[in-house]
């Protein structure tokens, strides 16, 4: 039997979203240390961590407009190429600031793009009752591609240097670029001949001027391309999904980038000793994400809930769940105890996922790609505010207690993503839905 076209698509944006976390990991991992190395003090540092977040958040919105009107594969493929060159070229130097500040401000603008043009190829090609394991399967990738990074990178650090890390990151997204320009394509009208009843094919693709005409001439009809611009800004179903990935991303984005520091630090453990245990709350979410996207999808086909009772239930257990072990947390002072909570956190998180990440398909297919562009700017800029204000944090908490290693300085760190994650639970119970109301 033949290989469906779709499960290649959406392997490819699975090991997408791999190797992009890989180079997210991986600068934390080499900065970190080449930081260290360079006495450079932890505000700066959160100041570095936090840059990447400035372009992404930039990109967003207009990542989401461009792959609508040009097509999300052009976009992927041209956004891979930028920040891998850009990995490729730019020196891992802690002293040379406005370089570094150049380039990671490049390859956030770069990456800013990937995510909603992810989402606007997913709506074209994969139906809806496919849609929670598929979305959940790219997205893992995330967390697979974390793990990896955690796994292997301090090694390589450590025995190649930090500068190893860029040139491995920028030989992986050649790779995939390579990959996707050999076996990406557009759906052809005719593997999807209940494009608009089920809404995805190729009544979401780009209207060319060709296909105009033939709107015009009466041959088949297409609907308006105008986004709504308003009706998004104004939905509350778009602001329920808005607020739940700022939270995602706040909690994400800190344990990302200051758990190497919490455990080099605050227990006094380096990451080259710890072995495999580093790896395992990214792990966790790769595993976490592919359930929640299983149980949806049969709690959907199965009619055993709605769609919008779906994606409360998941989106509430992730985050209620995840909310506690944040808190909990710093609780713990051996290395297994906090990979045990951080992996808890995490993985609740990516359970999550299930409810409000793929909820933007089902309120709107045809925009998919803006409304997750809408949605990733909030959680862009939850990167910028928790990763810069958890340097200044610890910075003011090392003053207050003279060193990193009390559980005092860490607490607030992560009992403020504790509290966004019940607060923000509460507000996709109230507004979310899942039915469709943009055409």
Same mark, same amino acid.
């Not at 033939?214 to 329920?240: C, D, H, M, R, T």
């Not at 944040?326 to 051996?334: D, E, G, I, K, Q």
């Given at each position: 039997?033949?290989?469906?076209?779709?499960?290649?698509?959406?392997?490819?944006?699975?090991?997408?979203?791999?190797?992009?976390?890989?180079?997210?990991?991986?600068?934390?991992?080499?900065?970190?240390?080449?930081?260290?190395?360079?006495?450079?003090?932890?505000?700066?540092?959160?100041?570095?961590?936090?840059?990447?977040?400035?372009?992404?958040?930039?990109?967003?919105?207009?990542?989401?407009?461009?792959?609508?009107?040009?097509?999300?594969?052009?976009?992927?493929?041209?956004?891979?190429?930028?920040?891998?060159?850009?990995?490729?070229?730019?020196?891992?130097?802690?002293?040379?600031?406005?370089?570094?500040?150049?380039?990671?401000?490049?390859?956030?603008?770069?990456?800013?793009?990937?995510?909603?043009?992810?989402?606007?190829?997913?709506?074209?090609?994969?139906?809806?009752?496919?849609?929670?394991?598929?979305?959940?399967?790219?997205?893992?990738?995330?967390?697979?591609?974390?793990?990896?990074?955690?796994?292997?990178?301090?090694?390589?650090?450590?025995?190649?240097?930090?500068?190893?890390?860029?040139?491995?990151?920028?030989?992986?997204?050649?790779?995939?670029?390579?990959?996707?320009?050999?076996?990406?394509?557009?759906?052809?009208?005719?593997?999807?001949?209940?494009?608009?009843?089920?809404?995805?094919?190729?009544?979401?693709?780009?209207?060319?001027?060709?296909?105009?005409?033939?709107?015009?001439?009466?041959?088949?009809?297409?609907?308006?391309?105008?986004?709504?611009?308003?009706?998004? +800004? %104004? =939905?509350?179903?778009?602001?329920?999904? @808005?607020? $739940?990935?700022?939270? *995602?991303?706040? /909690?994400?984005?800190? !344990?990302?980038?200051?758990?190497?520091?919490?455990?080099?630090?605050?227990?006094?453990?380096?990451?080259?000793?710890?072995?495999?245990?580093?790896?395992?709350?990214?792990?966790?979410?790769?595993?976490?994400?592919?359930?929640?996207?299983?149980?949806?999808?049969?709690?959907?086909?199965?009619? +055993? %809930? =709605?769609?919008?009772?779906?994606?409360? @239930?998941? $989106?509430?257990?992730? *985050?209620?769940? /995840?909310?506690?072990? !944040?808190?909990?947390?710093?609780?713990?002072?051996?290395?297994?105890?906090?990979?045990?909570?951080?992996?808890?956190?995490?993985?609740?998180?990516?359970?999550?996922?299930?409810?409000?990440?793929?909820?933007?398909?089902?309120?709107?297919?045809?925009?998919?790609?803006?409304?997750?562009?809408?949605?990733?700017?909030?959680?862009?800029?939850?990167?910028?505010?928790?990763?810069?204000?958890?340097?200044?944090?610890?910075?003011?908490?090392?003053?207050?207690?003279?060193?990193?290693?009390?559980?005092?300085?860490?607490?607030?760190?992560?009992?403020?993503?504790?509290?966004?994650?019940?607060?923000?639970?509460?507000?996709?119970?109230?507004?979310?839905?899942?039915?469709?109301?943009?055409?």
């Amino acid at each position: 039997m033949k290989f469906p076209t779709r499960y290649v698509i959406v392997i490819l944006t699975f090991i997408c979203t791999c190797v992009c976390y890989v180079e997210r990991v991986g600068f934390s991992i080499a900065y970190t240390v080449a930081a260290d190395a360079a006495g450079v003090n932890q505000s700066s540092k959160g100041t570095i961590l936090s840059t990447f977040y400035y372009g992404y958040a930039c990109s967003q919105v207009p990542g989401g407009w461009a792959a609508q009107r040009i097509g999300g594969r052009r976009v992927l493929l041209l956004s891979f190429v930028l920040w891998s060159l850009t990995c490729a070229l730019i020196p891992l130097d802690p002293n040379q600031v406005t370089t570094l500040v150049i380039a990671r401000l490049l390859v956030g603008v770069a990456q800013g793009f990937i995510f909603p043009s992810i989402h606007t190829v997913l709506a074209q090609w994969v139906p809806p009752h496919e849609r929670s394991r598929s979305v959940s399967l790219t997205t893992s990738g995330m967390y697979l591609g974390a793990a990896l990074g955690m796994l292997v990178l301090p090694s390589l650090v450590k025995f190649r240097g930090p500068q190893s890390v860029f040139l491995v990151e920028a030989t992986l997204g050649a790779m995939w670029s390579l990959l996707w320009f050999t076996y990406s394509s557009d759906p052809p009208r005719s593997e999807h001949p209940k494009a608009t009843a089920a809404g995805f094919g190729e009544t979401l693709l780009p209207i060319k001027a060709t296909q105009k005409m033939k709107v015009e001439n009466g041959l088949y009809p297409v609907k308006n391309s105008k986004i709504p611009w308003k009706k998004i +800004i %104004l =939905s509350f179903p778009v602001w329920a999904i @808005v607020v $739940n990935n700022f939270t *995602f991303h706040y /909690a994400l984005y800190v !344990l990302m980038n200051w758990l190497p520091t919490y455990f080099e630090l605050g227990l006094q453990l380096s990451l080259q000793d710890m072995g495999s245990y580093k790896m395992m709350p990214y792990f966790n979410m790769f595993i976490f994400s592919n359930i929640g996207g299983v149980i949806a999808d049969h709690l959907i086909t199965r009619r +055993i %809930l =709605s769609v919008t009772k779906t994606r409360k @239930v998941l $989106n509430t257990i992730g *985050f209620i769940v /995840a909310s506690i072990a !944040l808190v909990a947390l710093p609780l713990f002072r051996t290395a297994g105890g906090v990979v045990f909570c951080s992996s808890v956190a995490l993985g609740f998180l990516a359970l999550g996922r299930a409810g409000f990440a793929v909820n933007h398909m089902d309120i709107a297919p045809r925009y998919a790609g803006i409304v997750m562009g809408v949605s990733n700017t909030a959680g862009t800029l939850a990167g910028i505010i928790g990763v810069d204000l958890t340097g200044r944090l610890l910075e003011a908490a090392k003053t207050a207690h003279s060193d990193l290693s009390s559980p005092d300085s860490w607490r607030t760190v992560f009992f403020i993503p504790g509290l966004l994650c019940a607060l923000s639970s509460i507000v996709f119970l109230l507004f979310s839905t899942g039915e469709r109301i943009f055409d």
